[in-house]
């Protein structure tokens, strides 16, 4: 399928076990390795945001990294796809995320995009100095169009492990438009799934978020009814 920066390929086509419902004919599809930070980042960033209630459990911090080469359709960031969207990662940004990090109501930090795990250059070094400044009382979640299984993959670049190993939470898979649901807790399609890192590692495989909990109703119709409701009540 095409998209507005042209045709979608699956560049590792008879790949096995690549994870949920990948490959998928809605993005690009990379091989083990295709793509690094080093080959393609620009040490660019779309974002800075603090106080956040949607990246993630509790209020975070996010950073929006730009570039992205999977191209999902209808990705509600595509206009970051380019690794050249933004301003370069600089050392004052990252005092100022220590900082807004430091806030006791502050949980965490987000990294998403644009794709984190082809930003490693800057992020490895924010979570390194994270840790060094508040060991693990701060978490670290992360969105990335790479399944866990692709990031497993013998012949990935080693960056992508590293930075794993700093991540608490790992939201991981493409955007499927034709998956979409907004009954998903922070996610936008039911292949991507929430993933306790460490618990993964430690076994070896997908260990899912203990605390996920999608929605049963969509939340707005919800309030409508009930309201409604109350207003007959009323009456």
């Not at 699956?10 to 295709?34: C, E, H, K, M, V």
């Given at each position: ?138 978490d670290i979640w992360c969105w990335t169009g790479y399944t866990w299984e692709e990031l497993r993959r013998p012949g990935e670049s080693p960056d992508k492990m590293e930075l794993l190993g700093y991540i608490d939470i790992l ?65």
């Amino acid at each position: 399928m095409p998209t507005a920066q042209g045709k979608l390929h699956d560049f590792a086509a008879g790949g096995q076990d690549r994870g949920p419902w990948i490959p998928t004919d809605l993005s690009n599809n990379p091989r083990a390795g295709q793509w690094t930070s080093e080959k393609m980042s620009h040490g660019i960033v779309a974002d800075y945001k603090r106080n956040i209630m949607t990246d993630g459990e509790g209020i975070r911090c996010s950073i929006y990294v730009s570039g992205c080469p999977f191209h999902c359709v209808e990705c509600y960031n595509s206009s970051i796809w380019d690794f050249q969207a933004g301003h370069p990662y600089t050392r004052d940004l990252e005092d100022r995320i220590i900082a807004d990090l430091g806030q006791s109501f502050i949980q965490g930090i987000t990294y998403l995009g644009g794709e984190p795990l082809l930003n490693t250059g800057i992020l490895l070094k924010l979570s390194k100095r994270i840790r060094q400044e508040f060991g693990h009382t701060k978490d670290i979640w992360c969105w990335t169009g790479y399944t866990w299984e692709e990031l497993r993959r013998p012949g990935e670049s080693p960056d992508k492990m590293e930075l794993l190993g700093y991540i608490d939470i790992l939201v991981d898979g493409r955007y499927i438009k034709t998956l979409h649901d907004n009954l998903l807790q922070f996610r936008g399609s039911s292949n991507q799934r929430i993933l306790d890192v460490p618990r993964s590692l430690e076994s070896g495989k997908p260990v899912i978020w203990a605390k996920l909990h999608d929605q049963e109703r969509f939340i707005p119709e919800v309030y409508g009814k009930d309201r409604a409701a109350g207003e007959g009540d009323a009456s």
